[in-house]
């Protein structure tokens, strides 16, 4: 999952050296969880044009972003229209209009959601979070402390301090 460099200072606290201070706060704000949208009937293949998800940078986008830029739109399709919230109700443009729609899961989280956060109280690394660095490559809290001589330059780059 991506995530903003402000969120790797909340959710690598020990990694971050972030356990004397309180959690900074985040600059950018976690998806509000949005109520489902009605899934068309099962005889229509269309995109419900109410409905928008969040994409892993953090932006928040509709199903005729899936496939507006044509260069693009094969890795867009690709990238979200395996989340159930997107291939149901983008059928359109995931071209699932063959395909009876499965109903949405909203009891399990999606990758867009994010991590919890530690409590404010404890200084430990959330063991479950992940970040993209710059390379594109995507890492644990652990990385950020795994090898001593880059661990400083790593924490300066990804652990922003709130001031």
């Not at 209009?97 to 200084?123: I, L, Y």
Request: proline share 13%; glycine share 4%; hydrophobic share 20%.
């Amino acid at each position: 999952m991506y995530c903003p460099r402000s969120e790797v200072g909340v959710r690598c606290r020990l990694s971050c050296d972030n356990c004397n201070e309180n959690p900074p706060t985040p600059t950018t704000s976690a998806p509000t969880p949005t109520q489902p949208t009605p899934t068309p009937p099962t005889g229509s293949c269309e995109d419900n044009s109410a409905h928008t998800f969040v994409l892993d940078n953090g932006t928040t986008q509709d199903c005729a972003w899936l496939t507006k830029n044509k260069k693009k739109s094969a890795a867009r399709i690709e990238m979200y229209c395996p989340r159930s919230e997107v291939g149901v109700r983008c059928r359109l443009s995931c071209d699932n209009c063959n395909e009876n729609p499965p109903t949405p899961t909203t009891s399990a989280p999606t990758p867009t959601q994010p991590t919890p956060t530690p409590p404010t109280g404890s200084c430990e690394d959330n063991s479950a979070h992940t970040f993209v660095l710059d390379n594109g490559t995507t890492q644990d809290c652990a990385w950020l402390t795994k090898n001593k001589k880059k661990s400083a330059a790593r924490i300066e780059m990804y652990c922003p301090r709130s001031e």
